[in-house]
């Protein structure tokens, strides 16, 4: 007779804390053990806390919500992750899984001037940066196709997990050229396609989550080859894209566009392409992004109505949202919101400083920036209103405080155009101010959270350095939760909500990601919520170290996250960083279709996540 080998100890014991395990079912306070990077045991209510003999780490989170890492759907870390992999501005905020290659933009097949070219305007990261780190990153790790991509992404000591999308204009370009992928007369040969085909199985078998796209027209190419032409990806013709489309349809992967708002029957087009048959599968869509849209206000309910449709008929649409209000911030006229009309990207188009002030100057020019400004018909998504442009940095603190359209009235009744355009021209990029573009309605927030055709996301996490910071963007939800809860006017349960940042997501992505029962990864943050309050709004800038220092706007709310976990590993306690994150890989890349069968055994997720349920019962247990 043999006596039964005792357990290994637990390399982390995660003490009595409210455990929510991504899946919406209620929480309790429990214990977690992990060992090896996974969940190794949950306490249950009669077993009592879990065995801390031998175990080297055991965490208190009394009083503290445990609950799986949550996963940003939407970043534009492709440059940056090849020089600062430790990714630490999502990290610290609980996000534990980033996708890449969104908005027809990845660095997989392009070479270092066509990658600097598409993302420095579009994505206002520095031009010379962009090239700079993929050419470094290529000349140390070379790769030549989606596989040897991921494991170049694989030798870096990465500190988030990894998913991606293959960008379009990344094919296209690597495989036409920059040039001829960006004029309207000329398609792709057929040698042409089967390669941008290729390209994308390639990627697929690599495990990519899927194919970004992009219709978005304001979205302009930096440098001088193709200076102020959209993206590539907007080019392209819908015989194309329909072959691309089969192939991520018949695999069950995923297309993520963004429409383009000035035909708003593409939108409906896309949608329609999500419809499966009795003969074909529904193709998995994400489109960007669900916004209740100042300039547009009614066009919501429009977007919302639209998904329960197609879905209905057999679709798998999704939009994707920003629960938050979507504040932006601009030095000068370094904005995006500029390129959706004539006058503005006329301006932006010029690089150099002086020839900008000179267009500035001109009555012609300002004459055209008021007729822009002034029209207010057709889609668009800033609300053109310099009255609602806030100054919050200048030279001249005169100033600072007011609108432009205040400005202008104080100083003889110029016009609100002419007042920003003069300042502009005064202090140049030391002159900052900020607006709300979309999600400036709680209602409608809450109402747009309850809706299964919409996932959370769309943070842009790793772009727009200067102009925004949504790092956190589910932390405030989870703020935007309580609130509500202690209110009485529940829209979601605690428990409904992590499992929209967390395992709805891994599972319509198909990553094992995203829960946290026995056998999951140990991708876990451990949230205060007594800390879920007003830090959580504000913002501040940290330097990018990869980018010579730039400084980007950031969040700082460091006592909500007590702690944040990646296989298993500490990679943020009480707000700081560990000593591995960005020394060691804690990391991996997660590839589509490779979920955990646990997961996968426990089929879909409760679906009381769409109901409203009565302020007594909203949360299973006290919030704190």
């Known amino acids: 007779m043999t006596t039964p080998t005792a357990a290994r100890p637990f390399d982390t014991i995660l003490r009595n804390g409210r455990y929510f395990d991504g899946t919406g079912a209620p929480s309790a306070v429990r214990d977690v053990g992990i060992r090896d990077g996974r969940i190794a045991a949950v306490s249950t209510a009669d077993s009592g806390p879990l065995d801390a003999t031998g175990c080297p780490r055991v965490i208190d989170a009394t009083d503290r919500w445990v609950m799986p890492g949550m996963i940003d759907i939407h970043t534009h870390y492709d440059v940056e992750v090849l020089q600062g992999p430790a990714l630490a501005e999502s990290l610290r905020h609980g996000v534990t899984t980033i996708l890449i290659g969104s908005c027809s933009l990845s660095t997989v097949h392009v070479d270092p001037v066509d990658a600097g070219d598409l993302f420095g305007r579009v994505e206002a990261i ?162 960007l992004s669900a916004a209740d849209i100042k300039a547009i206000p009614f066009v919501i309910h429009l977007m919302r109505g639209l998904a329960g449709v197609v879905n209905r008929l057999g679709a798998d649409f999704r939009w994707q949202h920003l629960p938050v209000p979507f504040e932006v911030y601009a030095d000068g006229i370094d904005l995006v919101i500029f390129e959706e009309f004539g006058s503005g990207a006329q301006a932006l188009h010029l690089q150099e400083k002086l020839a900008r002030d000179e267009l500035m100057r001109e009555p012609a020019y300002r004459a055209r920036f008021r007729k822009d400004y002034e029209s207010k018909y057709g889609p668009r998504v800033w609300h053109r209103d310099f009255f609602d442009a806030e100054i919050v940095a200048c030279p001249d603190a005169s100033v600072v405080g007011k609108s432009f359209g205040q400005v202008g009235q104080e100083r003889g009744g110029a016009h609100p155009v002419d007042a920003f355009l003069d300042l502009v021209l005064e202090h140049g990029t030391d002159i900052r101010w900020r607006t709300t573009i979309s999600g400036h309605r709680p209602k409608v927030l809450r109402k747009i959270a309850q809706e299964k055709g919409v996932q959370m ?148 997720a409760p679906k009381a996540w769409v109901e409203v349920t009565p302020p007594s019962t909203a949360i299973s247990a006290p919030l704190m």
């Open 126 to 287: 520095p031009r010379r940066h962009v090239i700079e780190h993929v050419e470094a990153a290529r000349r140390d790790a070379g790769w030549a196709s989606a596989a040897d991509y991921v494991a170049a992404l694989e030798r870096l000591p990465l500190g988030p997990n990894l998913a991606a999308f293959i960008g379009h204009s990344d094919m296209r370009t690597a495989t036409m050229g920059l040039d001829r992928a960006t004029r309207k007369e000329v398609r792709p040969t057929p040698a042409e396609q089967r390669r941008m085909e290729s390209m994308l199985d390639e990627a697929l078998d690599a495990g990519f989550v899927g194919m970004s796209a992009q219709q978005l027209l304001f979205d302009k190419l930096d440098g001088d080859l193709c200076r102020s032409r959209t993206l590539p990806s907007t080019y392209a013709k819908s015989r194309e894209m329909r072959r691309l489309r089969r192939a991520l349809r018949d695999r069950d992967r995923v297309i993520q566009a963004g429409p383009d708002a000035s035909h708003p029957h593409t939108i409906l087009l896309q949608a329609l392409a999500s419809i499966g048959g009795p003969r074909r599968k529904p193709l998995k869509t994400s489109l």
């Open 457 to 604: 996301g769309f943070s842009d996490a790793g772009a727009h350095l200067r102009n925004m910071a949504f790092y956190n963007f589910g932390l405030r939800l989870l703020k935007h939760v309580v609130d509500a809860e202690r209110a009485g006017q529940p829209f979601l349960t605690v428990e409904q909500a992590v499992h929209r940042l967390t395992g709805e997501l891994a599972e319509w992505y198909d990553l094992d990601a995203g829960r946290i029962r026995e056998g999951d990864r140990a991708d876990v943050m451990i949230v205060d919520p007594a800390h879920l309050d007003s830090t959580l709004e504000e913002y501040h800038e940290a330097p990018v170290e990869t980018y010579d220092g730039m400084a980007r706007m950031v969040n700082r709310n460091d006592a909500t996250v007590a702690a944040v976990l990646v296989g298993g590993e500490p990679v943020f306690l009480d707000g700081a960083p560990t000593d591995v994150l960005g020394q060691e890989r804690t990391g991996v890349f997660l590839r589509a279709g490779r979920r955990n069968p646990v997961a996968q055994e426990e089929g879909q």
